[in-house]
């Protein structure tokens, strides 16, 4: 073979090769929006008394006092709302006594409404095909789970998504400590990031009728945006865009449990898998997986492994091995070695490892499950 022609195949054999290459990190990488890494991008959350986090908080405390008297239970509850009417309906298997009825009254009062509801209940046991994969500690049911972390804030969340819940709290502290005696329960807020600062916040806030929109306008910049956003000489601040919101809650619009899956999460800055949390005992991995990849995702951030992680599994119902488990930096470096090698993604380990058989979820169904001190997930520890 001349030298010309071994050249020319030397050089068509190192083209290969970098295009294997390149084809590999292609494969082995994440896309800028799967990692959020956007540089325009808008969040919301609600208040505790939005409809569907009225329902998410009853399903929530009705699976609280099943865990509290039997920590075996399994639970799957839905709830809906809708003009007086409460629904409640599900599958529930436990030795615990649980009025219903009186459950759904007490949250739905301390949350701060007054009307009566007339509550429905159709709870059944859970199904025998369902339960013998659970009781041999396989998955509940298939899905997949996304978990998420990011330097960028204490929280360890986006900015935007720690924004939005910050403001909705405060708005229901303004409310429940009367500085603003004119709010109502129902409420959503909405910030806008470009560029790592605030351009819009937005609030719509159930009212008394006795209130101008002025006056609210002007009370809500200076004891809610202000307070949280700092200066907001440079933001647009939007105060209930139509004009008035007197008539909120289930009077104004139904709820159901498990329609804020993105307020619950990272705000739809990243991918979902389509389970919501409230509602579901730990056997259930669209809550308990979920906790988990956030849990894993947030110690590789705090162990220096990346500035931005994504974790993903997938399961199969009664399997108790994921049949996915994955994550990655933002960089696109590959960690599901690590992941794999340091934390067990089977239903009982994770159960056991977050500790999720106890009553702890009424409190996570509303401003968001993430980021709050105290949560099992939350916690770091060194890998």
Same mark, same amino acid.
């Given at each position: ?81 809708s003009h007086g009417t409460l629904m409640i309906g599900g599958e529930v298997t436990t030795r615990a006594r649980i009025n219903y009825k009186k459950i759904a009254e007490q949250v739905y ?5 007054? %009307? =009566? *509801?007339?509550?429905?209940? !159709?709870?059944?046991?859970?199904? /025998? @095909?369902?339960?013998?994969? #659970? ?36 708005? %229901? =502290? *303004?409310?429940?400590?009367? !500085?603003?005696?004119?709010?109502? /329960? @129902?409420?959503?807020?909405? #910030? ?192």
């Open positions: 073979m001349s030298r010309s022609a071994s050249a020319r195949e030397a050089a068509l054999r190192q083209q290969a090769e970098i295009a294997t290459e390149k084809r590999a990190r292609r494969e082995n990488s994440c896309t800028p929006t799967m990692l959020h890494l956007l540089n325009r991008y808008t969040t919301e959350s609600v208040t505790s008394g939005h409809p569907d986090k009225v329902c998410d908080q009853i399903s929530d405390a009705i699976l609280d006092a099943c865990l509290e008297q039997d920590p075996g239970s399994r639970v799957a509850v839905e709830t809906f709302g009062s301390s949350i701060g409404y007054r %009307e =009566k *509801l007339n509550v429905l209940v !159709k709870v059944a046991q859970q199904s /025998p @095909d369902i339960a013998m994969g #659970v009781d041999k500690e396989g998955a509940g049911d298939q899905g997949i789970m996304y978990g998420y972390a990011t330097n960028e804030t204490k929280e360890m969340l986006p900015l935007g998504v720690v924004l939005s819940h910050a403001l909705a709290r405060r708005l %229901e =502290k *303004l409310r429940k400590e009367k !500085k603003l005696k004119w709010l109502k /329960p @129902d409420g959503k807020t909405q #910030v806008t990031i470009s560029k790592g600062k605030v351009i819009t916040g937005l609030t719509s806030t159930q009212h008394a009728k006795s209130v101008s929109q002025e006056e609210i306008r002007e009370g809500l910049i200076k004891h809610l945006f202000t307070p949280v956003l700092g200066s907001v000489k440079s933001i647009e601040i939007l105060v209930n865009p139509t004009g008035k919101f007197e008539i909120g809650g289930f009077a104004a619009d139904a709820g159901l449990t498990g329609r804020k899956i993105m307020v619950d999460t990272y705000g739809g800055l990243i991918p979902h898998g389509g389970g919501c949390f409230s509602g579901k005992d730990p056997s259930k991995v669209d809550r308990s997986a979920a906790y988990m990849c956030r849990y894993v995702a947030k110690n590789l951030v705090a162990n220096g492994y990346g500035k931005k992680v994504l974790v993903s599994v997938a399961y199969a119902i009664g399997r108790a091995e994921p049949v996915m488990v994955e994550a990655f930096s933002e960089t696109g470096k590959n960690l599901t070695d690590i992941v794999t090698r340091y934390y067990d993604f089977r239903p009982r380990a994770i159960i056991e490892r977050l500790d999720l058989r106890r009553p702890i979820y009424k409190e996570t169904a509303a401003y968001g499950h993430f980021g709050v001190k105290g949560r099992p997930w939350e916690k770091i520890e060194k890998i």
